[in-house]
Structure formats: C-alpha cells, structure tokens
C-alpha cells in the first residue's frame, strides 16, 4: 500500500510519538515560577497590602492601566522573568482589600488561618460533589454547616455553601416556592398563580434578582415600610400580606434582613415570625453581612428570633474575614428540600450501587455542578481562635465602631445620620463653607458633591477607601464599615483626620 503521507511527515512521525510519551508541563520550571511567584504575594499583598505606611490603592485611568499590565493575550508565551512581572503588576495595581483603611465593602482584612486553608483549597483543586472525589471536604462542610445550624439555634437542619449571598438568597426563594408547589420542577411556570416576596424597602438588591431569575418577576416582590431605624415594618407586612391576598395573589415568602447593606439595621424577627405563621409563609433571613453576631454573647440578641426562620444565609468571608468566597446558606428542614428541589440524578456522578453510603454524595443538592470547596478556610479559622475567639473579634469590632461614632459627635463639621446599631457607621462631612447655611436653597445639592469629591480625592492618593450613597431623601453620605481584625484605635482617628484634610477646602 503506498504512503498515504508525504516524505516529510516520516520524520516528524517519530517525534509526535516522544512527545505522547512526555508531560506537556515542565513541573521543575512551574514550581520554580510557583515559588518566585509567592515570594511576591508574600512581599507584595501580605506584608506591604497590610502595611499602613503603604497605599491603598495605586490608581490608575483604565487606558493606562491596560498598557502597563499588557493585557494582550499572543500566540506564544512569555518568559519567566516577565510573567514574574506580570504577578508583581497585578499585585500592584489591584485594591489591597487587607490594608486596615479599606472600609469600602462588607469584607475586608485577613486572617492567615484562613488564608492558609485558600491556599491549601487552590492547590487540591477539588471539586466538591461527591464523596468518592472530595471525602475530607464532603466531611468537613457537613461539620461547619452543623456548627453554624447549632448557633442559629436548630439542632437538626440542612444547608450548602453556595457562590456569595445573593445565590443563598435565590436558594431560598427557589426552596419556598418548591415547598409551596413542588410541581414547579416539572411542570415550570405554565399555569402557575401569581406568587408574592416580601422584603423591606432597605433589604439586598439580590432580592429583586432572584424573583427576575426564577420567573417570578419583579413586580411582584413587595416592598414593606421600614422605621427611622430601617428596620422592617411588622404591621405593614401585615397588611400588605393581607391587601396582595385581596388582589388574588399568593404570597409565600418574607425575606427579613440582619445587616442591611446601608444603614446595618436589624428586622425585628420575632414579630415578623408571628406575621408568617399566621399567614402560612416561609420566612427566610438574608443574615449575610449580620449573621456572625451570634458569636457573641454580647450581641447575638440583635438576632433574637432567628431560629423561628425556614432559612438563613450567612457570609462568614464578611465580618469574620475568611475570605472570599464563604456563603453558607441554613436550613431547619430535615426532609431533604435541597436534594429534592434540585436534583437531576445524573447517573455518571450519582451511581446508587456505590460500595459506600450514597448519602454523602452532596452535589445534587447543588444548582452548581462544579463547586469550590470553600469549607476548609472557615473550619481552619474555627478551629484555630474557637467560637470564642469570633466572639472576641465580633465584640471588638463593635468596640472599634463605638469609638469612631464617639469621636464623630465630638468633632465640628461631622454628622451622623443615626446612632447605629451595627458596625456600619453613616455620616455627613460638612466642609466649612457649608456651616451654618442648611437654611440655603443649594444647600443639599452642594452637600451632596462633598463625599463623591472627598471619595475621589482619597482613591487618587491612596491613603484610604470610604464608600458613600445616597438613601432615600438623603443625600450622599459615607458608609464606613468597621469589623476588619486588623483595625486599631488609631485607624479609627485617621479616618476622620483624613477626611477633614481631603474635605476642608471644598
């Protein structure tokens, strides 16, 4: 038979069968980059990401921060000296969120127990479905989750983690909405009734996604009246329950708030249990930023109520620091919703003649098939500082923001837009050509520029990160929020030194 190749193939033949025979990654030169590149997270991120005398953030306009990272991606690849370079760029340019005066988002800070787990969790690479590929971490989750239930205050229960608190979020309303009517999996929503959330007026815009993701449409997720403290309204439930009833809906779940993004407030859960038992709806509580109060005796009564919920979801990577991501979402069912709702039986992962027990196979409780572990950081941290250690962390940090709001009423030219009653401290900063002059016609629209400029001014330089918005009839005030375990009494008097320094020639 003749060649079927041309004659220069023949000597490539031999070649292409060597290289089946060797791995496509020099591992000698990947652990060596892999060390160098620690050398510089270590140097870079942890050492001058937390250092005070460093910046923030090194800002830069998008235009030049492309050609200075040279995000240009090419047919070969670089050498090691430049992709080193690379690593240190991008530790370079990004937000050290660890530094002790980034007070921009709901996480913040470092814990190296923690750290130490997301570093152990990258280079497992596991993903967590079953119990044949992930036995430690199938183990292990059910653990942290049965610790977090117990704190709650339910000896039996349910839970996953899930990718951030707006997902634990979509859990539960999927969940209820299962509960309610469960041929929903099958059937869709093709003939479905009208269904109705309730959420407060200040509750997490992920409320709203999730009604849009489940087809249950954002018009119908009702907004309940909140007090002067932002905390849910329990009469105005009532009510708007009783009036979405009249108008032939079917409401079926109340979605309270422990933490709400803003102003920190906590819904009166007690009073908001009563109205759900009374109408027959599951009551979910988004405790997300707030949930870790329950660590402390001091402050857990902030929570007072939670175990009547159906749900909770909890951030454990906000105000204990563990890292993102870490969502947990808790369930007091114990008749297997999770798996119920969300199961597909695939059968090349969820073989039932497995020779060990099947119940440890937790990916069909999951919407995900892929999923991280994002267990072992948080179990790492638990069991290094103990429940009391958090308790410690979550008292000082209220401590912390005791102070801060302390120094506020004392110093001319600050004022807060209520006493608070978490960690997040909101409050105006009056520059001293706008003292005196609230009676102007301008006087609002003129305070409103003052954070957005103060913001700006702060990022340029890098000395902090503050975030600010309006609310309501508000206008623009900053929201500090102040939990980071890396924080000290002197952070707290350097934040408003700065923002008068920033602030008083405007």
Not at 211 to 223: H, K, M, P, R
Not at 339 to 367: E, I, P, W
């Amino acid at each position: 038979m003749a060649n079927m190749f041309p004659d220069s193939f023949e000597g490539q033949e031999s070649r292409i069968l060597r290289d089946l025979n060797e791995p496509l990654v020099d591992h000698a030169e990947g652990q060596l980059f892999l060390n160098d590149a620690f050398k510089i997270i270590m140097e870079e991120v942890l050492c001058k990401g937390t250092d005070i005398k460093q910046k923030v953030c090194e800002w830069k306009e998008p235009e030049e921060l492309s050609l200075l990272l040279d995000l240009e991606l090419r047919a070969t690849g670089e050498p090691r000296e430049r992709l080193l370079q690379r690593v240190k760029d991008v530790a370079k340019y990004s937000i050290k969120t660890s530094h002790p005066r980034f007070f921009n988002q709901l996480f913040a800070g470092v814990d190296y127990h923690a750290l130490a787990g997301r570093f152990l969790t990258e280079a497992l690479n596991t993903n967590l479905y079953t119990y044949e590929v992930a036995p430690v971490f199938v183990l292990m989750e059910n653990e942290v989750l049965r610790g977090m239930r117990q704190l709650v205050g339910w000896t039996e229960g349910d839970g996953i983690f899930c990718p951030g608190g707006s997902v634990s979020n979509m859990y539960a309303m999927n969940l209820a909405r299962y509960q309610l009517l469960p041929d929903v999996k099958r059937q869709g929503l093709f003939g479905l009734p009208r269904l109705n959330v309730f959420t407060s007026s200040e509750s997490h815009y992920s409320v709203k996604k999730a009604a849009a993701f489940l087809g249950i449409g954002t018009d119908n997720v009702i907004f309940v009246k909140v007090d002067d403290g932002g905390r849910m309204d329990p009469v105005d439930l009532d009510e708007k329950i009783k009036l979405a009833k009249s108008q032939g809906a079917v409401p079926f779940l109340v979605s309270c708030t422990c933490g709400t993004t803003v102003r920190g407030a906590f819904d009166p859960l007690d009073l908001i249990a009563d109205v759900c038992e009374k109408h027959k709806l599951w009551m979910h509580v988004d405790a997300a930023w707030g949930g870790s109060v329950l660590f402390s005796k001091q402050h857990a009564h902030l929570m007072q109520g939670v175990n009547r919920a159906n749900s909770v979801a909890w951030n454990p990577h906000k105000m204990l620091a563990t890292g993102l991501q870490c969502s947990a979402l808790l369930l007091q069912d114990t008749m297997n919703l999770l798996r119920n709702c969300h199961s597909a039986n695939a059968t090349y992962l969820f073989q039932q003649d497995k020779f060990y027990d099947v119940k440890f196979d937790v990916g069909d409780k999951s919407v995900q098939c892929s999923r991280k572990v994002d267990c072992l950081k948080f179990w790492l941290m638990w069991k290094a500082v103990g429940s009391n250690g958090f308790a410690d962390r979550v008292d000082k940090a209220f401590s912390h923001a005791g102070y801060l709001v302390d120094q506020i009423k004392k110093r001319e030219g600050f004022c807060l837009l209520q006493e608070p009653d978490f960690v997040n401290i909101c409050f105006w900063f009056i520059p001293p050509s706008l003292r005196g002059k609230e009676g102007n016609a301008d006087y609002q629209d003129r305070l409103a520029k003052v954070a957005p400029v103060i913001k700006e001014r702060m990022m340029k330089q890098g000395t902090m990160m503050v975030g600010y918005q309006p609310l309501g009839n508000k206008v623009n005030f900053f929201r500090l929020v102040v939990f980071s375990p890396v924080l000290s009494q002197k952070d707290m008097d350097f934040v408003i030194d700065e923002i008068e320094r920033l602030g008083n020639d405007l």
